[in-house]
Each structure stands twice: as structure tokens, then as C-alpha cells.
């Protein structure tokens, strides 16, 4: 006699099961065999990552792949997994709990199995200052816990290490939601009134105004959160006119200028009026352009959006909590809704941080221009979320027969050829959604395209023609690599460097990807 432990996912896309022939929903037949065990358990697995895929990850995805597609991906995946076998063990018989502990054990090992492939080794410089060490202190006394004590490391400032082994689904920090900053200390200060119906105010630059005043008021309650904040966040939105040089010829100096002009307009038609208007609430020495710019800094970079325990998202700031660096390899991937039942926000760990290890935080799934603009680093390792947006034109008259091939989009997206796994002939490293839409565009004759004569292999110099012809100017756009000591170089120009260097390399690997492809080509 048989039983069967019942194990389900919720439905995944259609067209991202359906290609690679997936369930998910899976029989645990009982009892079985170790093997039978980890034969189903990778089903589940391969199921999940599907599951978990965002954008980004499903536009470079092939049908035949099943992963890994990034350490993002496998986090997700694997915490999935352990939180279904959890629900499915507290109603388990015997026998059942005996098999489904068996393949919570092995998911765990191979989380953990992630912090071999982490590459940030950061070197601990010192211990907190007594600053963080108060702030520690003050949490504590507010009813903070943390299993983390603050560091400073040799090229990230400062981070947070773990004081003991922290396991998986175990909480490194948690916070009150009492001592978290949002918008309900709005509503208790005296600029609200005053603020609340100020045409085209919004909640998230009221919170903006009241901590640029409550950074310098002795009595406020985050006295001891304000004094470790630094004196500048040294983010791209603080370049100066050599690193915005440097970047010239590049998309994201396109970005980075619109935004740092959308800043200044926003202070020029706020900030003046405002003391002008109230000067005993909004002093003038207080909403500066500088000290202004450093708020928006401070909740561009540190601010979280949270859903407290009565229900509602807030955009706020966590106090404790901001000390965590970002990673491709993080712990914490998930933070974002307060406990109901303690009333604190945890930052409960998706794989083992052992004592002594810096502790990281993810912000996200986040190229490194967002990196950059607004937070001022870009991380260790190859990032899959760096991509160069493409838009590929077609001419009108040829608009409504493109849009009859199937998956049809216009935008599409190129990363660093190295990231391609497919061992398919004519891929070239490059994604199979915007080589289908260049064979299906250039084949109607509906963009410019080189001399195309019939058979396959030209169409296909055709195509990479044509993707030569719309890096090489970008590369161009980049210049040489300038080879300078960089060491006595400003952060920012050095930042702004690090950011070009990184593009020069992706689009270096496009183009080296598709001579290769071409010498193929003359070869058959």
C-alpha cells in the first residue's frame, strides 16, 4: 500500500512551462527510494526557477533551458521550494514527514551550496565607530534584535557582519515598526499642514522636506539615525563635470543628465517658494540646493517600500537596516512586509551567513546604471541585469506585417555574450527573441539592411552585418581605454570609469561574437 504527499506550485506562464514540458504540481509516492527522492525533487527545482523568472531573465531564456539563470533566480526558487515542504509538513503523517524532511535537508544544503560561488571577499578594515555603535544600542532599546554588528570594509565603507551563524529562514536584524520612518511622522509634525495642500506635493518630497529639518534637530527622536548617515552619499547624481565627460557618447549620461536637471527644476519651483512663504517653518539655511540634493540622495539609496501591519504600502527609511550592502550573491532577498504578529519588519536570511561574513542585502534585480545613478557603486561579478536596450525600427508600411509574427515586440535587449548557454547553431551569444525578430525584419525587407541574396547563410551575414552595424558606432561612441593610474583619481571619475569600462566590455562581446560568426560563415 501507497501513499502520496502532494507538492504544488502555483500555475506558471503557459509559454514558459508548455516549451519545456513542465508541471506544477508534483506526487511524492511513499514510501520511495533516496533516488526517487531527488529525481522529483529535481522536477520541483526546474519548475521553480520557471516560476520565479523575471523579465529580464525570461527575454534571454532559451525553451530548453532549465537553469541556473542567476543567483537571484536560485534564491527565489530554492526558498519556494522549503516554504511549500514547511506547509506540507505541519499537516504530514509519519511517513510522510520522514520523506519530505529528507528533501528539506538537501534543498538547504543546496542553498547554502550558493555561498561557495560568492565572490565578494571583502577585507573587515575596523569595527563601528561609536556612532554605529549607539545607533546599535539605540535599536536595541526600542526593541531592535540583530545577530549583526557593523564594519567598515576596504572599497564598500561600511557593511554589517554576522556575530554568529545565521541560518536559513533565520532573521539577521528586526526592526519595529515603531522606530521605522514614513510617512506617518507626517502627520505629527508642523509642516503638514502647510504641505498637505501644496499644489502637486506628493508624500514621498514631504518626507523629503521633513528630513532635511529633522537631520539637524537636536531633540528629534532619530538623532542618533541621523548622525551615522554620511556628509555626502557620493552618488551619480553627484557627479561633477569630469565624470559626466567621461561619460559622454554613452546612454546612460543621457539618463543621469535628465535626471539631475529634473532634480534642480524640482528645488527651484519648491524649496525658495516654500521659505518664502513660511520662513519659521522651512529656514532658508536648511533647504539648500546642496542639502536638498543630499535628501533626495538619502532616499533614493536607502529608502525601502514597506507594507506595515495595518495593511498599507509606505515608502520609508529603516534605521539599522540601510548599513546593508547590495549583492549578486545576497542573503536577504526578501523584506519587504511587516510581521503582524510582532510588529517588526525581519530580514530573515534565504541562505546561511556564517560568523563572521558580511551580511547582504539585495536591492533588486538592478543594472548598473541604477547602481550607479543612485546608489553610488557598481557590484562585484558579472551582472546579468546589465543590458543595452535596442529598438529596432520598422518601417510603417511594414508595421502591420511585423506585428503578425508571433512574441512581435520592437524593444529588445543585448547583455554580455558570456552569458549564453546555448549550444545551438547561428545564436551567436545573443538572444533568441531579437535574432528572430531581425531574420523575420530583414527577410520582409523592412529595414535597411546590406546586400541579401538568396539562402540562408546570407540571410544570416545579413543579420550580422547588421548587428556590427549598430555596435560598432557605439564602441566608437566609447573611445580607447584610457590607461591612467586611476588610484589618485576622484570617486567619481574613477565611478564613471568602472561604468564605461563595463559597457565597452558588453558591447565588445557582442561585436567579437558576430565576426566570429561571420568567419563561420566564410569558412561553410
Keep these: 500500500m501507497h501513499a502520496h504527499a502532494c507538492l504544488r506550485f502555483l500555475p506558471m506562464p503557459p509559454r514558459l512551462s508548455n516549451a519545456r514540458n513542465l508541471g506544477f504540481s508534483f506526487q511524492l509516492r511513499l514510501p520511495s527510494l533516496r533516488g526517487e527522492l ?11 526557477r520557471i516560476l520565479y523568472l523575471n523579465d529580464v531573465e525570461i527575454y534571454f531564456s532559451e525553451d530548453d533551458d532549465f537553469g541556473p539563470f542567476s543567483q537571484r533566480n536560485e534564491l ?22 520522514k520523506a519530505l524532511n529528507e528533501l528539506q535537508n538537501v534543498t538547504i544544503a543546496r542553498v547554502n551550496s550558493i555561498a561557495d560561488q560568492n565572490i565578494d571577499k571583502m577585507i573587515t578594515k575596523k569595527l563601528a565607530t561609536n556612532a554605529e555603535d549607539l545607533l546599535l544600542k539605540w535599536g536595541e532599546s ?26 536559513v529562514g533565520e532573521s539577521a536584524l528586526e526592526i519595529p515598526e515603531s ?65 559626466l565627460t567621461i561619460l559622454h557618447g554613452t546612454l546612460f549620461f543621457e539618463e543621469l543628465m535628465q535626471a539631475k536637471e529634473h532634480l534642480r527644476q524640482q528645488y527651484e519651483s519648491l524649496c525658495p517658494a516654500l521659505c518664502a512663504s513660511y520662513p519659521d517653518i522651512f529656514k532658508t539655511e536648511l533647504y539648500s540646493w546642496d542639502r536638498y540634493l543630499w535628501a533626495c540622495e538619502l532616499w533614493y539609496s536607502n529608502s525601502m517600500k514597506v507594507i506595515f501591519s495595518d495593511g498599507k504600502l509606505r515608502t ?13 550573491f545576497p542573503h536577504i532577498i526578501h523584506y519587504g512586509r511587516v510581521d503582524s504578529e510582532t510588529k517588526c519588519l525581519k530580514f530573515q536570511l534565504a541562505r546561511q551567513c556564517k560568523r563572521g561574513e558580511q551580511c547582504y542585502l539585495s536591492y533588486g534585480s538592478l543594472p548598473g546604471s541604477h547602481l550607479v545613478m543612485f546608489y553610488g557603486f557598481l557590484p562585484e561579478g558579472d551582472n546579468p541585469y546589465d543590458i543595452i536596450p535596442l529598438d529596432i ?52 525587407g523592412g529595414m535597411e539592411q546590406p546586400s541579401l541574396v538568396p539562402g540562408e547563410d546570407e540571410n544570416e551575414r545579413a543579420l550580422l552585418e547588421t548587428m556590427i552595424s549598430i555596435f560598432e558606432p557605439m564602441m566608437e561612441g566609447l573611445g580607447e581605454r584610457d590607461n591612467i593610474n586611476r588610484e589618485e583619481l576622484s570617486w567619481d571619475v574613477k565611478l564613471a570609469l568602472e561604468y564605461k569600462d563595463l559597457q565597452r566590455r558588453i558591447i565588445s562581446s557582442v561585436l567579437s561574437s558576430c565576426t566570429a560568426g561571420l568567419k563561420i560563415l566564410d569558412i561553410t
Design 316 to 328: 520609508c527609511l529603516v534605521p539599522i537596516a540601510g548599513l546593508l550592502n547590495h549583492s549578486l
Design 76 to 97: 527565489e526558487a530554492f526558498n519556494a521550494i522549503l516554504q511549500m515542504l514547511k506547509s506540507v509538513l505541519s499537516g504530514a503523517t509519519p511517513d510522510e514527514m
Design 393 to 444: 525600427e520598422v518601417p510603417e508600411a511594414d508595421y502591420s506585417q511585423s506585428q503578425a509574427i508571433e512574441g512581435f515586440r520592437t524593444s529588445h535587449m543585448v547583455r554580455g555574450s558570456w552569458f549564453s548557454k546555448s549550444s545551438k547553431p547561428q545564436t551567436y551569444g545573443l538572444p533568441t527573441q531579437l535574432l528572430s525578430h531581425l531574420r523575420s525584419v530583414l527577410k520582409s
Design 179 to 243: 522606530i521605522i520612518i514614513s510617512e506617518d511622522l507626517l502627520h505629527e509634525s508642523d509642516m503638514f499642514e502647510f504641505l498637505k495642500d501644496w499644489d502637486g506635493m506628493t508624500t514621498e518630497t514631504m518626507l523629503l522636506l521633513w528630513s532635511m529639518r529633522e537631520r539637524y534637530n537636536p531633540l528629534s527622536i532619530f538623532k542618533k539615525y541621523f548622525e551615522t548617515l554620511p556628509d555626502s552619499f557620493n552618488t551619480g547624481l553627484s557627479f561633477g563635470i569630469d565624470a
Design 38 to 48: 531527488f529525481l522529483i525533487l529535481e522536477d520541483i527545482i526546474r519548475a521553480a
Design 142 to 167: 526600542h526593541g531592535a534584535r540583530s545577530k549583526v554588528m557593523v564594519a567598515y570594509f576596504e572599497g564598500a565603507n561600511r557593511g554589517v557582519v554576522a556575530v554568529e551563524d545565521i541560518n
